[in-house]
């Protein structure tokens, strides 16, 4: 029924940068919160950050001033904007977000992308 699909991750150098997109598709009446959250191997999956309909944005401190979340409703779409990249950025990155179906008005859930590899070496 929904679909969440993450691109953009890759293998980038320390200092450089990376944006990720995901893309909600599917029988859609509406998308609250999103995010991205990381797993790193040997970790527990993390939030990265996090942004609200209305644009409030979250983020994990070891991201603050590096990253950044966005997203465009219209193409129900969220970003991840990472620069200044560090070998310890290396996961995988897993998009998520809370949303209502139009078979189900009353009905709020979270669905979660399949992720996508982000490589940061030294």
């Known amino acids: 029924q929904v679909q969440l699909v993450e691109s953009g991750g890759g293998l980038v150098q320390g200092g450089g940068s990376l944006r990720l997109s995901c893309v909600a598709s599917g029988n859609i009446f509406s998308i609250n919160t999103m995010g991205w959250y990381r797993q790193a191997p040997g970790k527990e999956r993390e939030l990265v950050a996090s942004i609200t309909r209305g644009g409030r944005t979250n983020s994990a401190d070891s991201v603050k001033g590096r990253f950044t979340i966005s997203r465009d409703d219209a193409k129900k779409t969220v970003y991840l904007q990472m620069n200044s990249l560090k070998p310890e950025d290396t996961a995988v990155y897993y998009c998520?977000?809370?949303?209502?179906?139009?078979?189900?008005?009353?009905?709020?859930?979270?669905?979660w992308g399949q992720g996508t590899q982000v490589t940061v070496s030294s």
């Open positions: 998520n977000a809370y949303i209502i179906l139009r078979t189900n008005l009353v009905l709020e859930r979270d669905y």
